[in-house]
């Protein structure tokens, strides 16, 4: 089993003894025969050793009609838009129509603190599902994110999972898929040309001229509002019915909604009143909306724009793009629960503050119902198959470096209802479990209403060993010798790291089960280990997955310890005990909130905040956006916020450089440490490779 | 009938007497009956008057599955990759499987120099489209582009026709439709953050160190080139059986490719081979390739990128952006004949000079490859339908302003088989004839190798009084009572700019039909006057159409008079009469060419090039890229550079600022004035109207 980093080294992978154990299983009658019906789960390609390239493995493959899938799966015709016919997107309205149907196990795949090579967790979250639908023969939906495409073209590896643990077909996957982030790419920069521009406007015309054009005659000669403006009506408070009674300025934050008149006249409104709906006045100094590119183009971190001779007079600024998954608008797709939730979400976007500190949001802008147009195909996940032929769902991919981490709600929730009460929906967390987990229960399970039943978390013999002091483990560069012969005091020393992580995951009431994603360099006797110390630690199973190599069959015993993990998780809940709670209150202060995951989650001794962090935490109060849930963004390489402090850190203060909040999405997240949203290309990047088979049409090279 | 700009200045329409002969068609026996097969031309929606807004007609039409439309027009399920219902995209393989059957009638829409209101070119592109396929009852395909999503949510004026006479779903054709330009923006900026990077890469890596990273070893230890590499070393002559006998720098553009070996190992070239081929030096003041975005965002025109600090010190530099159509990959994938084509077009695309005044290409950078996987799917047109069920190829839409403003090849070439020898394939021409007409016919015919057999030129009334000095026609002002009213004399005095039109489709040996697209203020001796000035000027025939209010059943005396020109047009060419050419053979000087149009078909008195123009031409030519056609770059609102000089402008000098190449696309673009490639958003952009309707899922307040 190899993580995509030591594919990228080179290392090769034998078969051993450890797999005879699954491997028995193959010998009995498989649940799904080579007669199953179209869509069922099956083996789409044979095994082979060594294993070969992923995308040797995924274009060798049978892959089935999508539209089998779904109808295997339970989807209804009318629920599923093609696309080609490896790819659907699938209507939400799935999850309406088994609304009384009661919900399947809930499955979040997590990792300890990894090395920079990665250590298996989207092949595991494949490998098991592969294991639950194609071998233990159960109801199963894996749900995963949709990778960024910058990458793909820049360091090698692939997300689709790797070896006989794959999506397919992984070229979509990897490359425009059914067109989500292409969407939030356009969305976002809409919006960015939409805040310059009302800038320029403003600063070239009068209150009167201003609020004049914005509210023109229509074909009959009346002027009217559009109905995006009644929110910025409603936010200001402007209404006849209130006039000569309220400040005009007050109460912006409070969030009540007036009940205003679509047909009430601009005319009516006095001219104070018009120029504080028409005239933003945004402080370019607060404007936190970047644009955004799905290509890592590290000259875009920091650009100056507006230089042309039209612009430069009122308004060159500096600024930057992002990767697009760093868009909040796919944070917001991650956490929307529907389309109108989606169409809230983003007209609450707050792009910067005026010069009188008040939060400016995408509807002030008017963009809300535009930006809903464009996002809305957006909001159907795409339904794809695993190699052996069970259903995925992929669905948004929000950055961990600065959001979330999570696939999708509506995913998972459709996902749920699919597989029904004895199938699994298996989904995964970014980062090491510090991170992606905490953050999958405290906003993603706050958000949904969902509540996991069991946390697969993935360790490795690897990065165990570098918790113990290993020598440092460097992408591109070999991997020393520690890390390919059998070291236990190393491992003895480093097994730490894992078990803060099944105790935080006890934190939340969720049973642990841990997979050891073996390499053909782990010893028996250091996985024993590793398998003794998860236990010791509180797992309720800890067992070795071998699927990277043989694909679900080398998965069957982590499927089978999820799979009891579940029942025993369902079984104390209905007895009244244990089951699913949340960190901390949203009702608490951010500060006590931001507190509470980093002694509790991170270990740290307490937080130190720059003045810039305590002035946006104070703006964020004053605001009212302090009943947000908190969305740390940190290293994934530590518990801590330094990348080099390996196995469990402690006695330190983690440093909050700078908070910022996600309006839309729904969370403040505070920066420990400079995090790079904008990654860069090597020397040789991977598109060196890339090309057409002009003879067959296949793409090669990718992976 | 309303343009675009008609609509919306709220001018209403009526029915007219005029309409009556084409109304009595009605009556007689349709071949396209209600029984007809599913995907037969038949009418979606039922007509009202006064016509209602054109997102009210298309919502209530009974769109056809897009399979049936498939299925009727002769394609194989396996041709067909469903998105959604609505839309489907068409494999290139149709065209080989019907190779032996003849090509159908070519006919290309084109107009007069236009008003800024537009003249319904579209509207009558797919007007035209519903009377041969729905009334007439002949094989039809249309051709149109796909348009920019920027102008959707700046100001309105969607793409897809209007009124009876639209393309649907118009929602997705006016927004991402396919995909397709998303692929572009991806592709077009992955190039861009490729030459930005490789120059900082080559700032601070010796030749030694930067050839070493270029050509790792790979997991079997040994260092190859990747397959695109040996492209630059056949550029650069570097092979083993050339050494000591060639200067590596010698004949970069002389197009030779040397038959290298893959397996030639790098460690063979000598140092100064090595540095030859690792380092390009780009000249960062010769970079012509800009970034893209499908958003106005005029704030990006200019813009300083690589201000961050690890950037700054080595190449921080002034660029701009594009709007993503502007792309010269747009370009490309219009022009390409196939996939194989497409690759040598992307990988041959320049985006700069070195130091030494050499071109360098997308696959000196390794990326003609990529490109082309990112591109892959978009080479497939898409297929949908007119609101009365005929088939529409929508493909690609390279911007009017800078390049050349026609649909694809691939999709004309499809169309034309699958319609026959008895079927019609109209295709539109962007901007007025002088652009449009000439760049279909010398640029894109002559890359297709397709033959036309009829020109529709589309006047109006409005526009021809224009020409003859009417008062000035300004978007989002109320339009002169001189429109409005008969005015003979302004007419008479405008007819000219027509009437050159006509003459210059002569001199391609085309025969012309006027199409005077009707509006509701027109007079019957307003109509009468400007046929009988068509036929003077030598058109074939000059009908009035009035589909905008009346779809395929207003258009059929246009659709008959089409018919009968491509008939005597065949006829003529059987008897080795008459016959089509092009206006200037490649082999000339590019000021040779250059002049040929300026003269010939503008009426230009001779040619006055700036220096810096004059530069870029002997760059060219010494280049090797003078064998290339021209796409002059001009205002479409007169034949002259000057906007305001209507009618037919004669002793006029036509000015050449600047010279760029588009070598990929293949064409030389000299520019006749400042052409914006950004356009920006008013104060009041469309996209305050777009919302989705919460309770229908329906988008409200598009167009």
């Not at 495409?149 to 692939?158: A, E, H, N, Q, S």
């Not at 119902?369 to 464009?374: F, H, I, K, R, Y």
């Not at 961990?400 to 967390?429: M, P």
């Given at each position: 089993?190899l993580?995509?980093?030591?594919?990228?080294l080179?290392?090769?992978?034998?078969t051993?003894?450890?797999?005879?154990a699954?491997?028995?299983?193959?010998?009995?009658?498989?649940?799904?025969?080579?007669?199953?019906?179209?869509?069922?789960?099956?083996?789409?390609?044979?095994l082979?050793?060594?294993?070969?390239?992923?995308?040797?493995?995924?274009?060798?493959?049978?892959?089935?009609?999508v539209?089998?899938?779904?109808?295997?799966?339970?989807?209804?015709?009318?629920?599923?838009?093609?696309?080609?016919?490896k790819?659907?997107?699938?209507?939400l309205?799935?999850r309406?129509?088994?609304?009384?149907?009661p919900?399947?196990?809930y499955?979040?795949?997590t990792?300890i603190?990894?090395t920079?090579?990665?250590?298996?967790?989207?092949t595991?979250?494949?490998?098991?599902?592969?294991?639950?639908?194609a071998h233990?023969?159960?109801?199963?939906?894996?749900?995963?994110?949709q990778p960024s495409?910058?990458p793909?073209?820049g360091?090698?590896g692939?997300?689709a999972?790797?070896?006989?643990?794959?999506?397919?077909?992984?070229?979509e996957?990897?490359l425009?898929?059914?067109?989500?982030?292409?969407?939030?790419?356009?969305?976002?920069?809409l919006?960015?040309?939409a805040i310059?521009?009302?800038?320029?406007h403003?600063?070239?015309q009068?209150d009167?001229?201003?609020?004049?054009?914005?509210?023109?005659?229509?074909?009959?000669?009346?002027r009217?509002?559009?109905?995006?403006?009644?929110?910025?009506?409603?936010?200001?408070?402007?209404?006849p019915?209130?006039?000569?009674?309220?400040?005009t300025?007050?109460?912006?934050?409070?969030?009540?909604?007036?009940?205003?008149?679509?047909?009430y006249?601009?005319?009516?409104?006095?001219?104070?009143?018009?120029?504080?709906?028409?005239?933003?006045?945004?402080?370019?100094?607060?404007?936190?909306?970047n644009?955004?590119v799905?290509v890592?183009?590290r000259?875009?971190?920091?650009?100056?724009?507006?230089?042309?001779?039209?612009?430069?007079?009122?308004?060159?600024r500096?600024?930057?793009?992002?990767?697009?998954v760093?868009?909040?608008?796919?944070?917001?797709?991650?956490?929307a629960t529907?389309?109108?939730?989606?169409?809230e979400?983003?007209?609450?976007?707050?792009?910067?503050?005026?010069?009188?500190?008040?939060?400016?949001?995408?509807?002030?802008l008017?963009l809300g119902?535009?930006?809903t147009?464009?996002?809305r195909?957006?909001?159907k996940?795409?339904?794809?198959?695993?190699?052996?032929?069970?259903?995925?769902?992929?669905?948004a991919?929000?950055?961990a470096?600065i959001?979330?981490?999570?696939?999708?709600?509506?995913?998972d929730?459709?996902?749920?209802?699919?597989?029904?009460?004895?199938g699994?929906?298996?989904?995964?967390?970014?980062?090491?479990?510090?991170?992606?987990?905490?953050?999958?229960?405290?906003?993603?399970?706050?958000?949904?209403?969902?509540r996991?039943?069991?946390?697969?978390?993935?360790?490795?013999?690897?990065?165990?060993k570098?918790?113990?002091?290993?020598?440092a483990?460097?992408?591109?560069?070999?991997?020393?010798a520690?890390?390919?012969?059998?070291?236990?005091?190393?491992l003895a020393?480093g097994v730490c790291n894992?078990?803060?992580h099944?105790e935080?995951a006890?934190?939340f009431?969720v049973?642990?089960?841990?997979?050891v994603?073996?390499?053909?360099?782990?010893?028996?006797?250091e996985?024993?280990?590793?398998?003794?110390?998860?236990l010791?630690?509180?797992?309720?199973?800890?067992?070795?997955?071998?699927?990277?190599a043989?694909?679900g069959?080398?998965?069957v015993d982590?499927?089978?310890?999820v799979?009891?993990?579940?029942?025993?998780?369902?079984?104390?809940?209905?007895?009244?005990?244990?089951?699913?709670?949340?960190l901390?209150?949203?009702e608490?202060p951010?500060?006590?909130?931001?507190?509470?995951i980093a002694?509790?989650?991170?270990?740290?001794?307490?937080?130190?905040?720059?003045?810039?962090?305590?002035?946006k935490?104070a703006?964020?109060?004053e605001m009212?956006f302090?009943?947000?849930?908190i969305?740390?963004a940190?290293?994934?390489?530590?518990?801590s916020?330094?990348?080099?402090?390996?196995g469990?850190?402690?006695?330190?203060v983690?440093?909050?450089?700078?908070?910022?909040?996600?309006?839309?999405?729904?969370f403040?997240?505070?920066?420990?440490?400079d995090?790079?949203?904008?990654?860069g290309?090597?020397?040789?990047?991977?598109?060196?490779?890339v090309?057409?088979?002009q003879?067959?049409g296949?793409?090669?090279g990718?992976?």
């Amino acid at each position: 089993m190899l993580g995509v980093g030591a594919r990228h080294l080179g290392i090769g992978i034998a078969t051993s003894a450890g797999l005879l154990a699954s491997a028995r299983l193959l010998a009995e009658p498989s649940k799904a025969s080579s007669e199953a019906q179209p869509g069922a789960p099956r083996k789409l390609v044979g095994l082979q050793s060594p294993v070969p390239s992923d995308i040797a493995i995924a274009q060798a493959a049978a892959v089935q009609n999508v539209a089998d899938i779904a109808t295997y799966a339970g989807i209804l015709p009318s629920e599923l838009e093609m696309h080609g016919t490896k790819m659907a997107k699938v209507s939400l309205d799935v999850r309406e129509r088994l609304a009384s149907r009661p919900d399947g196990n809930y499955v979040v795949v997590t990792g300890i603190n990894p090395t920079p090579l990665g250590e298996g967790k989207s092949t595991t979250t494949v490998g098991v599902s592969q294991a639950l639908g194609a071998h233990v023969g159960v109801p199963v939906f894996t749900c995963v994110r949709q990778p960024s495409m910058g990458p793909t073209f820049g360091i090698k590896g692939g997300a689709a999972g790797g070896g006989y643990a794959q999506v397919l077909p992984m070229e979509e996957f990897n490359l425009h898929m059914t067109g989500d982030i292409h969407a939030i790419t356009a969305a976002n920069n809409l919006l960015a040309a939409a805040i310059d521009t009302r800038m320029l406007h403003e600063a070239t015309q009068s209150d009167g001229a201003l609020f004049a054009r914005l509210t023109p005659a229509g074909k009959d000669g009346v002027r009217r509002f559009a109905p995006v403006m009644l929110r910025r009506l409603s936010k200001l408070r402007i209404n006849p019915a209130l006039r000569g009674k309220e400040r005009t300025d007050a109460a912006l934050s409070d969030g009540e909604q007036l009940d205003l008149d679509a047909d009430y006249e601009p005319q009516s409104l006095t001219d104070a009143e018009a120029g504080a709906f028409a005239r933003l006045a945004i402080d370019p100094a607060t404007i936190t909306w970047n644009r955004v590119v799905d290509v890592n183009d590290r000259f875009l971190r920091k650009i100056a724009i507006g230089l042309g001779p039209a612009e430069k007079e009122h308004g060159g600024r500096s600024t930057g793009y992002d990767i697009s998954v760093a868009s909040e608008i796919m944070a917001v797709l991650a956490l929307a629960t529907g389309l109108g939730d989606m169409r809230e979400r983003l007209g609450a976007m707050v792009v910067g503050a005026s010069r009188a500190r008040q939060p400016v949001s995408a509807d002030d802008l008017g963009l809300g119902g535009a930006l809903t147009v464009l996002m809305r195909d957006a909001l159907k996940p795409t339904l794809m198959q695993t190699l052996e032929g069970t259903p995925v769902l992929v669905h948004a991919g929000p950055f961990a470096n600065i959001a979330h981490g999570n696939s999708s709600i509506v995913a998972d929730q459709i996902a749920l209802k699919l597989v029904g009460r004895d199938g699994f929906v298996v989904t995964e967390a970014g980062f090491g479990a510090d991170m992606g987990m905490e953050k999958f229960f405290d906003i993603k399970c706050r958000y949904s209403g969902l509540r996991p039943n069991c946390v697969l978390l993935v360790a490795t013999v690897r990065a165990l060993k570098m918790h113990g002091d290993g020598p440092a483990v460097v992408a591109g560069r070999p991997l020393p010798a520690a890390y390919r012969t059998e070291e236990l005091a190393l491992l003895a020393k480093g097994v730490c790291n894992m078990q803060k992580h099944i105790e935080n995951a006890a934190k939340f009431g969720v049973p642990v089960v841990v997979c050891v994603n073996r390499f053909a360099t782990d010893t028996e006797a250091e996985l024993q280990l590793v398998k003794e110390a998860a236990l010791k630690a509180g797992a309720e199973a800890a067992v070795v997955g071998a699927h990277h190599a043989h694909g679900g069959m080398g998965a069957v015993d982590v499927a089978k310890a999820v799979q009891a993990a579940c029942a025993k998780s369902r079984a104390d809940e209905a007895r009244g005990e244990g089951g699913f709670r949340f960190l901390y209150p949203l009702e608490a202060p951010l500060k006590a909130k931001i507190e509470t995951i980093a002694k509790e989650i991170y270990g740290a001794s307490g937080v130190d905040y720059s003045e810039e962090a305590e002035a946006k935490l104070a703006l964020y109060t004053e605001m009212g956006f302090d009943k947000l849930p908190i969305c740390m963004a940190k290293t994934q390489y530590s518990f801590s916020h330094d990348a080099a402090r390996k196995g469990v850190p402690t006695g330190f203060v983690l440093p909050i450089k700078d908070v910022r909040v996600s309006v839309g999405a729904g969370f403040v997240y505070p920066l420990c440490g400079d995090m790079s949203t904008m990654p860069g290309l090597p020397t040789r990047p991977a598109y060196y490779d890339v090309d057409i088979d002009q003879k067959t049409g296949k793409i090669v090279g990718l992976f």
